[in-house]
């Protein structure tokens, strides 16, 4: 049921780019990105939905393919504050079952 | 901003014991979930409720997990005889969806969680 991420860590200086992806063995209605800071709770991002728009927060953006049953987080330019484990979360059949991704650590280093 | 809450933030048990996390969701929302997190680990999906009932339970979600919605505020989940590996944090979300259920398009705004051990 749970999403697979790739990869599970990367380490960034600051102003590197990097690519997070989210991949599912089951048909996808949307995808949502949070982000956790340690010790924290995760933190919304953004959604992207079946034949909707790529989606944007600050410098980081998503796509969602769904024939593939994938979503890719793209993170520009980043930043230390950037720093924290990303989570796709996917809505499987409707509504009700949502699972979070594998999670990829993100460590960005001055 | 409307926030989600959860108490105690800390709650220690011995093994065999019952505890019941608490959490007071977003008061328009709709959809509530609960989820676990052992140390470092990932984000498990536990159970969903909506319409005063479950709508979704995981496979971890087994015959010693219960939720309730006592009033129309409080949503709490009961672990009625802790074991070692509940130990974890336990993370209350909720959500405004307003789809019907079709669709989760809008965010789960999370706790700040409970970390539960069990000694």
């Known amino acids: 049921q749970q999403p697979v991420q790739s990869p599970q860590a990367v380490i960034l200086r600051e102003g590197e780019d990097a690519v997070i992806n989210c991949s599912s063995s089951k048909a996808l209605y949307s995808v949502h990105w949070y982000r956790q800071k340690h010790g924290e709770a995760p933190v919304f991002l953004m959604i992207l939905l079946k034949g909707g728009e790529q989606m944007r927060h600050e410098k980081i953006s998503a796509s969602f393919n769904e024939k593939k049953q994938q979503s890719s987080l793209y993170l520009t330019a980043s930043q230390l504050s950037y720093s924290g484990t990303y989570f796709c979360?996917?809505?499987?059949?409707?509504?009700?079952?949502?699972?979070f991704g594998t999670g990829t650590s993100l460590t960005v280093i001055p | 901003e409307p926030e989600v809450t959860q108490t105690p933030s800390h709650q220690v048990t011995q093994m065999g014991q019952e505890v019941i996390l608490r959490c007071v969701p977003i008061s328009n929302h709709l959809y509530f979930y609960w989820y676990r997190q052992i140390l470092g680990q990932k984000v498990e999906f536990l159970v969903s409720f909506y319409n005063n009932e479950i709508s979704e339970k995981s496979e971890i979600f087994d015959d010693q997990f219960s939720v309730e919605r006592p009033d129309g505020s409080n949503f709490t989940l009961k672990i009625r005889s802790t074991k070692l590996e509940d130990s974890a944090m336990y993370f209350c979300?909720?959500?405004?969806?307003?789809?019907?259920?079709?669709?989760?398009?809008?965010?789960?705004?999370f706790g700040n969680g409970t970390r539960l051990t069990v000694t």
């Open positions: 979360g996917t809505e499987i059949n409707t509504g009700n079952q949502f699972y």
């Open positions: 979300a909720s959500s405004d969806d307003g789809t019907g259920g079709l669709t989760l398009n809008s965010p789960l705004h």
